[in-house]
């Protein structure tokens, strides 16, 4: 099997662990097979692939959309980043709850958060290239999110040695207590 994967706290949150083949010359590794993601019971259908770069500190998210709602396969290609999932079904045991895991270009982990979930990562090497596999394609009219530091949430972010540094537009989402989250109810 290409592919190991890990159930976390949350449900269908999946930490992914491929195979990795390297020798003198490098490394080879599948990063998508859709029959074993499948047989892991990660059945979604990728329609856009994403990649960004970011600095040491930067934080982004966390973030939903509404409409045209995205599940993500994410991973880091070069640096290392603290990547967070968040439970925002209203109805969910989990409502509220989160999970993070550490994703880097050395452990080459991939972590799976499906519709129905916030989701946002903190960089926390000089530099990171964050690649990423959607569900849907993004649609800036319905996009929306939770300040990274809701007390309600409490994400448990690493310390660094240099300021978060998030977007305007990141530092102005209402609280998570202020929320509507009925959009995300059909996936209870």
């Known amino acids: 099997m290409a592919f190991e ?9 999946v930490i992914v662990r ?14 998508y097979r859709k029959e074993q993601f499948a ?8 329609v856009q692939d994403n990649e960004s770069s970011s600095t040491k500190g930067v ?5 939903f959309q509404k409409e045209h709602t995205q599940g993500k396969l994410v991973r880091v290609t070069r640096g290392t980043v603290f990547d967070v999932a968040v439970d925002v079904r209203p109805g969910s045991a989990f409502f509220g709850k989160w999970t ?19 989701h ?13 596999k959607c569900t849907d394609v993004y649609d800036p009219s319905s996009e929306g999110g ?9 994400v ?30 059909k996936w209870e």
């Not at 994967?5 to 949150?13: D, M, S």
């Not at 047989?39 to 990728?46: K, L, P, R, V």
């Not at 946002?120 to 990423?132: K, P, Q």
Request: hydrophobic share 40%; aromatic share 16%; glycine share 10%.
């Open 5 to 13: 994967f890990e159930r976390t706290g949350l449900p269908g949150v």
């Open 18 to 31: 491929p195979a990795v083949f390297g020798d003198s010359r490098g490394y080879f590794m599948e990063t």
């Open 39 to 46: 047989e892991a019971g990660i059945t979604a259908e990728f």
């Open 59 to 63: 934080l982004r998210g966390l973030h």
């Open 100 to 118: 993070g895991v550490v994703l880097s270009e050395e452990n080459k982990r991939m972590f799976y958060v499906p519709e129905g979930f916030a």
């Open 120 to 132: 946002g990562f903190l960089v926390l090497s000089d530099t990171a290239t964050f690649a990423y």
């Open 146 to 154: 939770i300040p990274w530091n809701d007390p309600d949430i409490g």
């Open 156 to 185: 448990e972010w690493p310390e660094l040695d240099c300021e978060y540094r998030t977007s305007p537009k990141d530092a102005a989402h209402p609280s998570f207590r202020e929320q509507d989250f009925g959009w995300a109810a």
